[in-house]
């Protein structure tokens, strides 16, 4: 065996035996993948496998990546070859019922003319004044179409959800069927005060944009078969069987989005302005959200000095700090829901809060929460609230974190297990339900998120917050199949190199201190050379002494001595670089095809061993 492994023929039946291995490997195993990074950013999820096998109809993608204008961007490169192979891992997935096409739009081509007409952005590059593509088109049977217009980079934890959301569309063509039923006008109604008519909201308009809505009654005894997602705006008048029957819809597999408030400001009803109470202006789900596990106080309102709002009180007056009405950022967001992921700021007024029972079977998952710089205040404070800093008289936070939205999924029981009066409950209980809860409403009012201008007689939203984003991602993310509501938001692809930054930070350290020494001893040359001066004739100023000389050419040695201090710091911290690079290199070019050629002579050798004991 010896003699084997150290004669030429050995290696070469080594070399061959490696090659050999990757052939057969190719070859038998071809959707074999083998995925090391830490957040597993090649490895599709088990949603989207499901996405892609249940495809019936083919769906045609087309990925437009400009290569010559994106050469010097290395970030974009990166970006890019990661979106062509996840889209290459679907079309490989899909088995056929997928097809990709790769295309590079070159400038006055007729590629560049296709991804124009699909509706793609081009980004004008400053340094060559050319324009660069990224986006992805898709179509369908009925040549319906998808885009995502340009990939951008802040967004890439959401690439997986983009492309299922993209794929699933194509394969869904109808509008998703929302089901509204609200207490507040969303779509417009009379103003009591002024007896004018009011617009419809924005939110209310972007939905209309987005999905078929449909409004119900407030007193349904049954949800249409044919309603994807429910959604409930302030439902403080719901009748018995209205709750029965969301109930009913959600243990059957109905997606919900709930609105509820303990003070819906924007509740300009008859019955809330002759209560005169902050009650008179809440909503609840009480018997809902105790079969779902959750506790709601409706007489209780967040306050959060971190999170408080500058508002105005006039003209000549000082905007005052509201910590009833908050901007919840982004770090208080979830980044790991695809509902929440991309947004940037939310501004919520009087919300409530959602706490998770401890005896509950579903599991709750935290959208929107509040910092530890907050606390729980009486609704009635609301009442006529004038000045909104004497919200601020006698706070004290309780330095518990309050979520005011929430995701409830996992299974669930009926909350009328005995059913109504003649009425039997079809289902008691679920496997999993799919609901989102959401403890405030005037979030959705235009007057908290976006301004509307007029613009010969069109009106022009100009969103300063991301509420009406929130609402569409929810909605959009329930009226999918379970298997995309299961894709979450992944990690990003481009990772720092900590080693290397740690061993930057060491040598800038080391710098610095080199050249503050220098710095030193410079202060302190220059002073030696004042106190001497100090002495000396002032008729001979311009001549200098033997020992000035001596001074001036010592400090001139040091000074050349730190300068070589400061290179070789620099030295060692590109070598300490390089050497780690070397390193990667033997580990990648040297260490993993030696492992491999290891395994195959184990497996050789124990083969003879078995032929042997034969």
């Known amino acids: ?351 409530g809060s959602l706490v998770p029972m401890e005896e509950a079977s579903t599991r709750f998952e935290p959208l929107l929460s509040s910092s530890r710089h907050s606390a729980l205040t009486p609704s009635s404070r609301f009442t006529r609230l004038e000045d909104p800093e004497t919200l601020l008289q006698g706070f004290r936070a309780d330095e518990q974190i309050h979520h005011f939205a929430a995701r409830l999924q996992g299974p669930a029981s009926t909350a009328f297990p005995e059913g109504l009066e003649g009425r039997e409950p079809e289902l008691t209980e679920a496997a999993n339900i799919n609901v989102v809860l959401v403890a405030d409403t005037d979030l959705l009012t235009d007057r908290m998120w976006v301004q509307v201008q007029d613009f010969f007689g069109q009106r022009i939203p100009q969103p300063w917050a991301d509420n009406g984003g929130f609402l569409i991602n929810a909605l959009d993310n329930l009226s999918g199949s379970e298997a995309l509501i299961s894709v979450r938001s992944r990690g990003n692809f481009s990772r720092p190199f900590t080693v290397v930054e740690d061993l930057q930070r060491q040598a800038e350290s080391r710098f610095r201190e080199s050249e503050m020494r220098l710095q030193q001893q410079l202060e302190q040359t220059e002073q030696r050379l004042i106190e001497l001066q100090q002495n000396q004739d002032p008729t001979q100023l311009i001549e200098l002494s033997a020992e000035q000389e001596q001074e001036i050419q010592r400090f001139l040695d040091q000074k050349l001595e730190i300068r070589k201090q400061l290179r070789d710091v620099r030295y060692q911290l590109n070598a300490d670089i390089e050497r780690l690079g070397t390193w990667l290199k033997v580990i990648n070019i040297a260490l993993v095809p030696a492992l491999l050629t290891l395994a195959v002579l184990l497996w050789w050798l124990l083969g003879r061993m078995r032929r042997r004991t034969v």
């Open 1 to 351: 065996m010896k003699r084997l492994m150290y004669s030429g023929t050995g290696l070469l039946l080594l070399l061959l035996a490696f090659i050999a291995f990757n052939i057969t490997s190719n070859t038998l195993l071809p959707g074999a993948r083998l995925d090391l990074t830490e957040q597993k950013l090649y490895t599709i999820s088990d949603g989207t496998r499901k996405i892609l096998r249940d495809l019936e109809e083919p769906v045609t993608l087309y990925f437009f990546f400009s290569e010559r204008a994106s050469k010097d961007l290395v970030m974009v490169r990166n970006y890019a070859r990661r979106v062509e192979e996840m889209l290459k891992e679907y079309e490989r997935v899909a088995d056929g019922k997928l097809r990709l096409h790769i295309i590079d739009p070159q400038p006055f081509s007729e590629a560049e003319d296709r991804a124009a007409e699909f509706g793609l952005q081009a980004v004008p590059l400053t340094q060559t004044g050319e324009q660069l593509y990224f986006g992805l088109a898709g179509t369908n049977e009925l040549a319906q179409r998808e885009i995502i217009p340009f990939f951008a980079l802040d967004q890439e934890g959401l690439l997986e959800y983009e492309l299922s959301r993209l794929v699933n569309s194509l394969a869904r063509p109808e509008k998703p069927r929302i089901g509204l039923i609200s207490a507040l006008p969303l779509g417009g109604g009379m103003n009591p005060f002024s007896g004018q008519a009011t617009a419809p909201w924005v939110a209310y308009e972007q939905l209309q944009q987005v999905f078929g809505v449909e409004e119900l009654e407030a007193d349904i005894d049954a949800v249409p078969e044919d309603i994807d997602v429910l959604l409930l705006v302030h439902p403080k008048t719901l009748s018995e069987a209205a709750l029965f029957a969301i109930d009913q819809f959600v243990l059957r597999g109905g997606k919900l989005m709930a609105f509820i408030d303990p003070v819906a400001e924007s509740d300009q009803s008859m019955e809330a302005m002759m209560d005169g109470m902050a009650d008179g202006r809440a909503s609840d789900l009480a018997p809902l959200l105790a079969a779902w596990g959750v506790s709601y106080d409706p007489e209780r309102v967040v306050l959060d000095s971190r999170l408080g709002m500058s508002v105005g009180r006039g003209q000549g007056q000082l905007p005052a700090r509201h910590i009833g009405w908050l901007e919840v950022e982004k770090q208080f967001m979830s980044q790991d829901d695809t509902v929440t992921a991309p947004l940037q700021l939310l501004t919520l007024a009087s919300a």
